[in-house]
């Protein structure tokens, strides 16, 4: 009887603190209308006739009533119908969203005292919504419970769930990875005082280690092999596949499900998640259950596609949206001033920034670090197993304004105070967390290829291959050399003159096959890393072959300044390594401590990178990485980016992992996302027990069923 009685006394003090802050919000918004309205000449709360203050006030009160009512009952209502909406165009209308919802408030006040302009209703409306929000969290700051439960409705969460363990409490772990944060980056971040959390824990409560990438340094293989535990065959972030004539691009969602449909048969394994785990802003879904902004998951139709949920649950709450879409607005408007200031100040080296790339990065650095947060928050609150994250904001930033200056430390710090969040949040949580911070892949930064040398790798390669290019391509010295060389060594191989525009269209190609003139290669680039292919032949290319279809082509590319080395196979010697001044090395010889010919700048590692790619079945014919400088850090990206990932070379190969003390030490050295996978694997084992396996579990009964393939992949618009 006496626990009944408490815990019926503790029930009506919790409705009855709830009514409490119900009634001061409600006060404060009214309070919040009255001054608009004396600020605003376009918003009335007056009859035409004029009306007492007490009458005003209670006009003011009724709007300010239908107002917060509206947003918590017919707000969700709205954000549920409107998860088909692409999340930037959602980011736009909620402005306009919560202004009609005031105009209707308005509506509803009796003998029709309240009026606005449109204009001003959504200004009325973004105030009204913030100052709410406001109120309401300054008020549970002291009220664990109350705090619980708001952070449980942005998850859309009803009730926590009760953890058994025995005495000892059992521990979650939340992941969080800072896309394209190097471990050098991190680590002057912290000394220059721009992460403070993060310094305070280097030391303490964590441990700080690099890891070195594969030579796909970029999200798709890393998070691939950490989620997954296999990125094999995955050369680069786009390539071409001649078996099936399709344009593989990591970042499309049919690419996305193809390739964990790959990885899950390869390892028998659903992923790292796929014990009460949740996905969050990933490409993957690691196995997960709980979904939310998952690439792999965008391209299913119907109830098992969840990843939009994430957006519901953050943007149920009108004060979230409306604050939310005030910081996508303004972090455009900043990308806009801090271009112009560059402009201006004639930073080099700059790419283009304007069209749609400031709200481009507004949704990266705003509105998918909000919903990834709050999902994260409400994953610790429901006290799930594990949760891996991925925040975006720095590597967009970092790839037009460059990995190190004022643009990307804003960026840093703002990451830093997310994360602090997370970790108080953690404090609420109804079980111990372990939070893990890692990086998927650095960033390099340098001029680019073409602004370098007047033309892009494509441009190189028509030229050396004797095909058609842009007379501002032949004007270069770049193109002019490849065209010459074309030229010369067709003639050489033909015995005759030859005409420069139409090479071709001799009587015999070189070798003395048929007069039919070669489908042009397909070229691609992923950062520093370019791949050729030559769609017409079937199987993987051979450098002889190469050489008679295009005598100057190779030459032409392993002697440009702004290429480091190339890949390609021989009948000969299985696969080589080709440099300048005539370097070549088979890839059979490559060893750390032996000749590494052109691959010797690019450091310990390289040639274990490239002997692993070479054997994948899906390389191209041709694989090349751009120049390394080792005393500058730089590299040429093969597209526009000024701080750029995807190859060998400098930062981008050397993320970090960032761990608590209290779980095992990682082996030294750790190299290869495949690694770090089982790195993770062995910590959650340790955190939650024996449920987590070690080792892969055994294969599923059908992994077709678990990721079916949605459809032919999209071709890349950059491709």
């Known amino acids: 009887m006496g626990d009944g009685r408490w815990r019926t006394a503790g029930r009506w003090r919790t409705a009855g603190s709830a009514l409490a802050r119900v009634i001061v919000v409600w006060a404060v918004s009214t309070l919040t209308m009255l001054a608009l309205a004396g600020l605003l000449p376009d918003f009335q709360l007056q009859s035409t006739d004029g009306d007492s203050i007490t009458r005003t006030a209670l006009t003011a009160a009724w709007g300010a009533g239908a107002f917060g009512l509206l947003g918590a009952l017919v707000w969700p209502v709205i954000v549920r119908a409107l998860l088909l909406v692409p999340a930037l165009v959602l980011g736009l209308l909620v402005f306009f969203l919560n202004g009609s919802l005031l105009l209707l408030a308005l509506w509803l006040i009796p003998d029709g005292r309240g009026a606005a302009d449109p204009e001003t209703a959504v200004v009325v409306a973004a105030v009204m919504s913030a100052v709410a929000s406001a109120t309401s969290t300054a008020l549970a700051v002291r009220d664990d419970e109350a705090y619980r439960r708001r952070l449980y409705r942005l998850a859309d969460r009803k009730r926590p769930r009760r953890v058994t363990g025995g005495a000892e409490p059992v521990h979650g772990t939340v992941f969080l990875q800072l896309d394209g944060v190097g471990h050098q980056v991190l680590r002057d971040a912290v000394a220059d005082g721009l992460m403070p959390t993060v310094a305070d824990w280097l030391g303490t409560t964590h441990r700080l280690t690099p890891w070195r990438t594969d030579w796909s340094s970029q999200t798709g293989a890393s998070q691939l092999g950490i989620l997954h535990g296999s990125n094999e065959d995955v050369p680069a972030f786009r390539w071409y596949e001649k078996d099936t004539g399709r344009l593989m691009v990591s970042n499309r969602p049919a690419s996305a499900v193809e390739l964990q449909r790959r990885a899950i048969e390869r390892t028998g394994d659903g992923g790292l998640l796929t014990f009460d785990g949740a996905s969050r802003g990933n490409l993957f879904s690691g196995g997960a259950d709980q979904l939310a902004l998952v690439l792999s998951m965008a391209a ?420």
Not at 558 to 574: D, K, Q, R, W, Y
């Open 300 to 719: 299913r139709r119907g109830r098992r596609n969840r990843s939009r949920a994430g957006y519901f649950a953050y943007f149920s709450d009108p004060a979230n949206a409306v604050r939310t879409a005030g910081s996508f607005v303004a972090e455009a408007a900043r990308e806009m001033v801090q271009s112009t200031r560059s402009r201006l100040r004639g930073d080099t080296p700059r790419v283009s920034r304007g069209g749609a790339y400031p709200f481009i990065r507004a949704f990266a650095t705003v509105v998918e670090r909000d919903v990834v947060v709050a999902a994260v928050i409400g994953d610790m609150l429901a006290g799930r197993t594990a949760v891996y994250a991925d925040l975006v904001a720095y590597d967009e930033v970092a790839h037009h304004s460059g990995p190190h200056g004022r643009d990307t430390d804003q960026v840093l710090a703002r990451l830093d105070r997310s994360i602090a969040l997370i970790a108080k949040v953690a404090e609420h949580a109804p079980r111990p967390y372990r939070i893990v911070l890692l990086s998927d892949h650095g960033q390099s930064p340098g001029e680019t290829f073409e602004s370098a040398y007047g033309l892009t790798l494509k441009d190189l390669v028509r030229a050396g291959c004797g095909l058609p290019v842009p007379r501002r391509v032949r004007r270069t010295p770049s193109g002019s050399e490849a065209r010459d060389a074309a030229r010369d060594a067709l003639r050489s191989a033909l015995h005759r003159p030859v005409d420069a525009e139409d090479e071709w269209a001799a009587e015999g190609a070189p070798g003395g096959g048929p007069a039919v003139r070669p489908s042009e290669p397909v070229v691609l680039a992923s950062g520093n890393l370019g791949l050729i292919s030559f769609p017409d032949v079937p199987h993987r290319v051979t450098r002889e072959e190469i050489d008679r279809r295009h005598p100057a082509l190779l030459r032409t590319l392993a002697n440009h300044p702004g290429i480091g080395f190339l890949l390609v196979a021989s009948a000969e010697h299985g696969s080589v390594v080709l440099g300048r001044d005539g370097a070549e090395v088979p890839v059979a010889e490559l060893a750390e401590t032996g000749p590494l010919g052109p691959l010797a700048v690019f450091g310990p590692g390289a040639a274990d990178a490239v002997r692993r790619t070479d054997g994948f079945p899906h390389v191209a014919d041709i694989m090349v990485n751009s120049m390394y400088d080792p005393a500058t850090g730089t590299v040429h990206a093969f597209e526009e980016q000024i701080g750029s990932h995807g190859g060998l070379g400098g930062e981008q190969s050397y993320p970090f992992l960032l761990w608590p003390v209290d779980l095992s030490v990682p082996p030294a050295g750790l190299v290869g996302a495949e690694q770090v996978h089982r790195v993770l694997r062995r910590w959650l084992r340790e955190c939650a027990g024996p449920q987590i396996p070690v080792e892969i579990s055994p294969p599923t009964a059908d992994p077709e069923a678990l990721l079916p393939v949605d459809g032919p992949v999209v071709p890349d618009k950059s491709g």
